[in-house]
């Protein structure tokens, strides 16, 4: 359940990018004030530790992954 958390967050993060990269821009500062305000920079904190996190799916076994057939 933690992976598909941080993985919503990563997805919630790539379209910021993509909306920065495409338009100029930055959806979670235009919902937040700035890209300065507090909850502004606690999400895009929140958002490149889920980063790091995601790391590990690189490295993890590919039935790890996978959700068992007992459960």
């Given amino acids: 359940m933690f992976d598909k958390i941080t993985l919503l967050l990563l997805i919630v993060g790539g379209i910021n990018w993509g909306s920065i990269g495409l338009f100029g821009f930055d959806i979670i500062a235009w919902i937040f004030g700035s890209q300065d305000a507090l909850l502004s920079r606690i999400i895009f904190t929140v958002v490149g530790l889920c980063a790091l996190w995601c790391?590990?799916?690189?490295?993890?076994e590919e039935n790890a992954l996978a959700p068992s057939l007992s459960e």
């Avoid at 790391?55 to 993890?60: E, G, N, Q």
């Fill in 55 to 60: 790391i590990t799916l690189l490295f993890r």
